[in-house]
């Protein structure tokens, strides 16, 4: 299921898939997103590229890549 979380002031958007159809052993994959409030676009968009054996891993790698992102990008709030 979809969620958002909140990095310095960014938008990190964590979805994840079960992947059933690319080989002989299902895996996990998940994308992060991270915009920042109002934008059209993603300012970074990026993928797991790893096979997960669990949701949690999945996202919790993704929401990594979008904080890691968030913390070297942080925005002027005030």
Not at 18 to 27: A, K, L, N, S, V
Not at 40 to 46: K, N, S, W
Not at 61 to 76: F, K, N, Q, S, V
Request: proline share 6%; glycine share 6%; net charge negative.
């Amino acid at each position: 299921m979809p969620y958002t979380r909140v990095v310095s002031g960014w938008h990190l958007d964590i979805d994840s898939q079960h992947i059933t159809d690319e080989g002989p052993i299902p895996f996990w994959r998940a994308e992060v997103e991270v915009w920042r409030e109002g934008d059209d676009a993603p300012a970074f968009r990026d993928h797991t590229l790893a096979h997960h054996d669990s949701q949690d891993e999945a996202e919790r790698i993704a929401e990594g890549m979008g904080a890691d992102y968030a913390r070297a990008h942080p925005l002027d709030l005030d």
